[in-house]
């Protein structure tokens, strides 16, 4: 089975609006990245969160990490149309990086 | 910008037909994957190197092989495609090294076997 698992598997929202995006795994990690794909390309690596960091900033983004709970969350704050794609959290396993499910977000204007 | 490339972008191909999906970096990064993506977003690990003359299998079995004779080539090879094939392929490439396993992708091959 997959490390990461990803909910909502698809969040709808108005622009403006903030995305709230969360990934459960299954094992101990040294870092969890989330990447971004626009529909039917290839993936862009948006940001990587350290084991022994709580949270990231970058632009609207923020990201958190809970290594007790093994969970992290993207922030996607004031929403934009363009920011309308998929989500996937990743995490390292045996040197392998695996893909949780992803979040599809769509940012009706 | 990712300095990755892969080729072609679009494949439509008859079944039994041998093919080849071409992966390039520019990057010097010793670490290069195949993933396969479904419909339904999901991505499989299919295949990984670690540098020249280094391949491994993923955690979804493929019928598909690779090589890795240069760094920076990494192509897939099916030698002959049925239907079941038909996925999104996306290949990557990193660092190597404990934190530096940020993945550059390429934009993907489609490939329908008819």
């Known amino acids: 089975s997959q490390q990461g698992e990803e909910d909502p598997q698809a969040l709808s929202i108005q622009e403006g609006e903030n995305a709230t995006m969360n990934c459960s795994y299954k094992?101990?990690?040294?870092?969890l990245q989330w990447y971004r794909q626009n529909s039917g390309r290839g993936l862009v690596h948006l940001i990587l969160?350290?084991?022994?960091?709580r949270e990231k900033h970058s632009g609207r983004l923020r990201v958190t990490l809970d290594t007790s709970k093994k969970s992290s969350s993207l922030l996607i704050t004031a929403s934009r149309a363009a920011d309308t794609a998929s989500y996937f959290c990743a995490t390292v396993v045996w040197g392998k990086l695996i893909f949780g499910q992803g979040t599809e977000l769509s940012v009706k204007p | 910008e990712a300095d990755i490339y892969q080729t072609p972008r679009y494949l439509v191909i008859g079944t039994g037909k041998k093919i080849t999906l071409e992966c390039s970096q520019t990057m010097g990064h010793d670490k290069m994957y195949w993933y396969q993506q479904d419909p339904g977003m999901e991505l499989h690990l299919i295949h990984y190197s670690y540098g020249v003359n280094s391949t491994e299998k993923g955690d979804l079995s493929s019928e598909s092989t690779v090589s890795r004779i240069r760094t920076e080539h990494f192509p897939l090879t099916l030698e002959s495609a049925r239907p079941s094939h038909t996925s999104q392929y996306l290949c990557?490439?990193?660092?190597f090294g404990q934190g530096r396993e940020k993945l550059f992708f390429g934009s993907g091959t489609q490939l329908s076997v008819l």
């Open positions: 094992t101990s990690i040294n870092n």
């Open positions: 990557a490439s990193s660092e």
């Open positions: 969160i350290r084991s022994n960091e």
